[in-house]
């Protein structure tokens, strides 16, 4: 899966991810339930540096443009909704970047009865206040069907700092080569919500002492633009074909397999079996050919 496209001018957010619930948040979500189309756009900035970016192109006008969009769901019967956080990125405490998966209920005879809209929203102090200066979102889609375990609060700093993902690699592969085991890399970001399921089911209780026994998972960040495609190329994972992307690899670094097709990108095309099948496949003693 690839991210919501929003290009940040002049904000200054860097890659310092937290974890944990923002309270601005949960006020714009109270007006969003509430329907209240005055209180949403009290929540917006306006000004050059201001903007929303949506489906139909860029508005320099976010808060009659998002106060529009956001106000008119509680008319369509909207009873419940769950902004999850999926990246935050701060470089100052008074502005932050959140990366969001926004899950929808709707009454029976509603446009849908789950909705999903993914957005970014970056928020700046103004005034004593937290309001919101630059956001992009997709359009009201139907909730897709996951079959796989989900995270109830997305880990933001589940994949580390791009920069560091050498180091790490070099640390997975001397723990496989000690121990036999196989490192199972994973290319993704923390703004993907696939990645974030899939990580969950690897954690499970069904699968997790088969991942244990067999394999030391390395998560590596390809962030925004495709960091480490250098690697991913290594080991031949086609990052165009969406992330997660995943490779098994020896205590050598070889490459045992390489998802080449973006097989497991989506966690709405793949249950546990899956999953299961695949780490069953390509633990140690089952698969020593390289690809």
């Known amino acids: 899966m ?24 949960e006020r714009w979500k109270a007006a969003v339930l509430a329907g209240d189309r005055t209180s949403l756009r ?40 769950n902004p999850k956080i999926l990246q935050r990125k701060s470089n100052a405490p008074d502005a932050v970047q959140l990366t969001l998966r926004i899950e929808m209920t709707f009454r ?6 789950k909705g999903l809209v993914s957005a970014r929203q970056v928020w700046v102090q103004r005034g004593g206040d937290w309001h919101v200066l630059v956001t992009g979102r ?5 909730l897709p069907v ?4 989900q995270p109830a609060v997305p880990n933001t700093s589940l994949y580390p700092d791009p920069k560091d993902a050498q180091r790490e690699l070099s640390v997975a592969l001397a723990a496989a080569k ?4 196989r490192v199972l890399v994973i290319f993704g970001a923390n703004w993907c919500y696939d990645c974030q399921v899939l990580d969950t089911a690897l954690r499970s209780r069904e699968v997790a002492p088969l991942v244990a026994s067999n ?11 495709d960091s480490n495609a250098d690697l991913a190329e290594r080991f031949q994972v086609p990052l165009k074909k969406g992330i997660p992307g995943l490779a098994v690899l020896d205590g050598d670094g070889h490459v045992v397999t390489s998802l080449k097709n973006g097989e497991f990108e989506s966690a709405a095309k793949i249950g546990m079996s899956d999953v299961t099948g695949f780490l069953e496949r390509w ?3 089952t698969a020593a050919a390289v690809e």
């Open 42 to 81: 009290g929540f917006y900035l306006s000004g050059p540096d201001a903007f929303a970016q949506t489906p139909e192109g860029r508005s320099g006008d976010p808060a009659a443009e998002e106060s529009g969009f956001w106000s008119k769901l509680a008319s369509q019967g909207l009873v419940a909704m």
């Open 215 to 225: 394999y030391h998972v390395l998560h590596i960040n390809v962030g925004d633009d």
């Open 178 to 181: 000690a121990d036999h085991k």
């Open 138 to 142: 997709s359009d009201l889609r139907p």
């Open 2 to 25: 690839r991210a919501l496209a929003l290009v940040l001018i002049g904000v200054g957010v860097c890659a310092a991810a937290e974890r944990g619930g923002f309270e601005p948040l």
């Open 108 to 113: 029976p005879g509603g446009a849908l009865e």
């Open 146 to 149: 996951i079959r796989l375990p």
């Open 283 to 285: 633990k140690p003693g």
